[in-house]
């Protein structure tokens, strides 16, 4: 990894920080992303929560992430690619997919939890997720695209048929 390179850190931070860690990145000034949704509370007040509990990705150097942690004391944990013995970093492709997909419909798709049968590669032509690539899957009857961070978060959107084309291989 090249110093001056930005990349997207994916890091974990502790069971319902991640709104304080993200206020924190704010005023720091750091690009990041922590999916939320305003749902009420037991008071029955509105309130911002995490969608997936413990994680945050930001987007820095390796040398601001890390200090960020150190030098800063943000409280995460940067997740580690035990293949490669660095810290996990998503490629901005798979990230902006990623978001695209996530903001387009939480109710209509949101965050899959676990794993599914995934089909064919496929490339959105039209509409909000215009460009986005992902696998589709069929669930009672509907198309879903469905994009996946490092093989553990997934996210999927309603998309008609149409506005699907397979992904050539080369």
């Known amino acids: 990894m090249c110093a001056e390179t930005l990349y997207w850190f994916a890091a974990r931070t502790s069971y319902g920080q991640e709104v304080g860690v993200r206020d924190r990145l704010v005023s720091k000034g750091v690009e990041h992303f922590i999916p939320t949704e305003r749902r ?59 978001r695209r997909v996530f903001e387009a419909s939480i109710s209509e798709g949101g965050l899959v939890d676990q794993p599914l049968a995934l089909g064919e590669l496929v490339r959105v032509t039209r509409g909000a997720l215009k460009g986005v690539e992902g696998h589709v899957i069929e669930l009672q009857g509907k198309l879903y695209v469905v994009v996946a961070l490092c093989g553990c978060v997934f996210a999927r959107a309603r998309v008609p048929r149409a506005y699907l084309e397979k992904v050539k291989k080369c």
Request: proline residues 3%; aromatic residues 12%; contains cysteine.
């Open 40 to 98: 009420r509370n037991y008071r029955g007040q509105m309130r911002e929560h995490a969608v997936i509990n413990n994680l945050v990705f930001i987007r820095a150097t390796k040398q601001e992430a890390c200090q960020l942690r150190t030098a800063y004391g943000l409280p995460v944990n940067y997740l580690f690619d035990y293949a490669s013995h660095a810290m996990l970093t998503v490629p901005d492709k798979q990230m902006e997919d990623f």
